[in-house]
Each structure stands twice: as C-alpha cells, then as structure tokens.
C-alpha cells in the first residue's frame, strides 16, 4: 500500500550502510594517520574498493533488503549479523589468501569492527524511524475492514506485516457469520459500518464483502466517499476460483493467471540469456578448451570411443534437443530408458570421477551457449521419463515452459540423481514450479554459488 515509501526505505538503508562502512575507514585513517603515514597507498584504497563491492554483492545475494526482510525489524538485524559474518570472513580470506602484508593489521580490525558497531546503530536508527511512523498520528491512518472471512483475516495479516503506517481498528461482520475469536474487535454489521467508522476516526474502508455478494456496498461506498472515508473493494475470488490464482494487468484489463511467470517478461529473458552467455563462453574457452582434448585421449584409451554422449531429451516447451555429455558409460542398448544407478556396471573408470564430481555436465555449456539451454533450470529428462513422469505427477509438463538446467533449485536441494519412487520426481518438480514462480538474476547466482559450494561438499546422489 506504501510501495513507493518503501522503495525509498530500501534506498535510505542501503546508503546509511554503505556511508558506515565508508565512515569507518575514513575515521580509522584519521586515527592512525602518525602510524600509517605515507603507507596510505593503493592497496588501503583497493581494500577499501573490495570491501564495498563484497558487501553490495553479499548483501544482495542473502536479499538483506527486500521489503518482506526490512519490515521485520528481528529478522533484519538477524540476516544483517548473517551477512556482516560472511562478509568478514570474504575480506579476511581475501587478506590472507592475496598476501596483503602492507596494510595495518590495527587498521583491519579497527574498519572491521566500526562497520559491525555501525551496522548495528544503522538497525536501531531505523527502528526508532518506524515507530516513528507507527506513533505519529498525522502520518498514521486508521482502517476498517469490511466482513470477516479468510481474504479479510489474509487482508488483516497483510497490514501486520506491511502496514508502516496503517492502524487496523477492527472488523464489520454480522455476528451470525462470526463462529471464532478475532484477532482484531468486531465493531458491528455491515448496516451501520458508517457509523462506526465515523466515531472510530476511520480514514479507510477495506471490504471483502463485494456488490454481488451484497447491494448495500454500492450505496455504502457513496456513502463513505461524501463523509470522506476513501473505500476500497478486496474481491475474495475464492467466490468464483476455487485455487490460487496470479492477477496482473494489460493495461486497465486484469488477467488472471494459473501462476507467476518472471521469465515471460521480455527484460528478465534478456538478463537470463546474457548471463548464460558471458558465464557460457568463459567455461568453454578456460575449461573445455583443454578438457575436451584430455578426456577424449583418457576415454579412447579406455573404450576406444568418442568423448561425447548425445542423447535426445525435453527441451523447453517439451521441444526435443540433443543434450551433449562427457562419455562416462559404455555403450549400451538402455543409455535412452535405464538411468544410472549406484555401483552401475556400465560407468568407466573415467566415468565415475567424472560423475561424481559432476564434470560429465560441462559439454552442457555448450547446449547454453546455443540456447538450447541455461545455466539454472529444470533438469533435463530423457523424452521415455518425460512420458512416464507426466502421468505420475500432475503439474509435471509445466516445468517444461522453461529452459533445462545445467543445476536447479531442486538440484542443490538434494533431489538429483535416480529417481526410485513417486515421492521423488513429485518433490523435483515442486522444487522446479517455485523456481518458475519466483526467479530472478540474485536467485539464479545464488544457486549457481551453491552448486559450486555442494560439488566441492560433494553429494551423496552424485554417482
């Protein structure tokens, strides 16, 4: 309701936090300016350069900013201690690990410690200024909702949550609809729902209760508009949907939708294929260049056969493409029905390393630099288990309107490898339809940081 004041929120707080950071070196020069004397070189400037970029980059990846996030004031200052913790650990690593032996030792620790110091003062500031618009009676305004049902007790929570400077007073239903204890008072029915906002000093009026569903709102929002109350129409869908459903706008028309899609947005499609294309490129040139040669001398040696697998899998729109693999297996007639197995007779030796460390996948980049893949997705199954997995779970073939993965969101949540009961590929494909619903270019590099951090874990479905 206040989208553009938390936008600002958001800008306020990633400035205040980057000037701490800024102000602890600037003071900690000043102190120590005998000591460091003409030492203030490049390298305290490059140190300071690092640990700005560290911090925006962490403090975007851990999502330290998002709405949802600032508005809990608890969960802000825990994920800002989590982010603070990690960041020290990447600056010391980068200390010790690039031989920075000119800077002050007393100068690190003094900049590392004011930022935490001020991070902590930033948190407490920006509580004192949320109260601040919680208390304040000219920026507070007060609202009524309309009927008590499950869009009004969601509506409710809402304002809990987001509401920086909405006071809920209560809930206007007939007590004959009411058969539970309220969070909030019932202050009457809907006939004299005027007159109650009016002694309660009501700037608002939220009604779940719709003009189809009842004549009376039609009068009642002409009504609160000549007595200055603004009123405003929540439409319980659930009247006419009976599941959840994704609403967005073409222009003034609203579309209803089975789910959210980011990656329909021409922009995000963009962003996604720009990033598969520069991380694309860098692998196959500082990687494959020499793997390619190296593996394909080991497996000719091995089996006498080509480096590459190719095998025909679902694509996305369940367009068939041909998915590239380092050869790991002897030929076999089950390569296009059997998946591997533990302890799997037909992998080489080559082929278990390279499975198990998850270099068999690296020719894939090469499908992602043609397009017919991505980086982060939904893995890529052969077209016989598409068939079979589309009659098992429901909601399979929607993972399809995406392009397949290199790695995934189920991926790096353990749920990779055979598939050996129903419950398996039903968990794959929930992982799967959330990443569809919820993606975003922080949420695909975060998974890729992930997957690199479980391949060295190692991964007990790797095999």
Known sequence: MNRQFERYLQLSIVILDIAVLNLAFILARLVFFEKLGQGFTFNYTKYLLICNVVWIVLSFFFQVYITKVILNFEYFTKRS???????MIVILSYLFFGREMTISRLFILSTLGSFGVGLMANRFLYLGIKSYFRKS??????VL???YNDTAKQLARYFEEDGIN??????????????????????????????????????EIFSTITPEQNNFIYDLMYQAEKACIRFKVVPNLSVFITRD?????????????LRSEPLEDVGNM?????LDTVISLLVIVLFL????????????IESGESVFFRQLRSGRNNKPFYCLKFRSMHSNKEADSKQATRNDARVTKLGRFIRKTSLDEFPQFINVLKGEMSLVGPRPHM????????????????????????????????????ITNPEQIKKRVEKDLWYLEHWSLWLDIRILFLTVYVIFRGDKNAF
Do not use: C
Not at 81 to 87: E, F
Not at 387 to 397: F, G
């Open 81 to 87: 201690i989590q982010v603070y913790l990690a960041w």
């Open 166 to 203: 909405t006071q809920l007073v209560g809930f206007i239903e007939d007590n004959k609809n009411i058969n539970e204890l309220s969070h909030y008072p019932v202050l009457g029915d809907v006939s004299n729902s005027l007159d109650v906002a009016q002694q309660m000093d009501v700037q």
């Open 383 to 418: 077209i016989k288990h598409t068939n079979d997995y589309s009659k098992i779970v429901d909601e399979y073939m929607i993972r399809q309107f995406l392009k397949p993965g290199i790695t995934g969101w189920a991926q790096i949540h353990g749920f990779r490898g055979e």
């Open 145 to 147: 909702i309309l009927g």
């Open 270 to 274: 963009l962003k996604k294929r720009i």
């Open 289 to 300: 260049s020499w793997m390619v040669p190296l593996f394909a001398l080991i497996i000719f």
């Open 137 to 142: 009676h000219s920026l507070t305004k007060k």
């Open 245 to 257: 459903v994704h609403i967005e706008y073409f222009r003034d028309l609203p579309i209803l939708s």
